[in-house]
């Protein structure tokens, strides 16, 4: 099992910024990956970007490429792994749940691919 602890959703307008973060504590030390996906009402969870376990690899969205930034720390026992999503120039298209997610194969790109663990989520909201 993974605990999760995000935060830094809320409600800001268009071109604002907002940085998430995520917060993985457990079942980590094996994971291949770990990304940040959401899902707009009546959409499909869509991935946003996702990190590999040193950082060496880096996925970004095309709709989010050049405005999100995905970066990751790692604590000194290697017991809690920090995810952030540093979330700039935001577009009301941005809006939605987003939730942080381990994966054990694969590069936390697509939702319905993900073999590992899903965080509760944080809202964002941006109007125009």
């Known amino acids: 099992q993974v605990q999760f602890l995000e935060s830094g959703g809320g409600s800001v307008q268009a071109g604002g910024s907002l940085r998430l973060s995520c917060a993985a504590s457990?079942?980590?030390?094996?994971?291949?990956?770990m990304g940040w996906f959401r899902q707009a009402p009546g959409k499909e969870r869509e991935g946003v970007a996702s990190i590999s376990p040193r950082g060496g690899t880096i996925i970004y969205s095309d709709s989010v490429k050049g405005r999100f930034t995905i970066s990751q720390t790692i604590s000194q026992d290697d017991a809690t792994v920090t995810v952030l999503l540093q979330m700039n120039s935001l577009k009301p298209e941005d809006t939605g749940m987003y939730y942080c997610a381990i994966g054990y194969i694969g590069d936390c790109t697509v939702a319905t691919d993900l073999k590992g663990y899903w965080g509760q989520g944080t809202q964002v909201t941006v109007s125009s």
């Open positions: 457990g079942h980590i030390w094996n994971r291949n990956c």
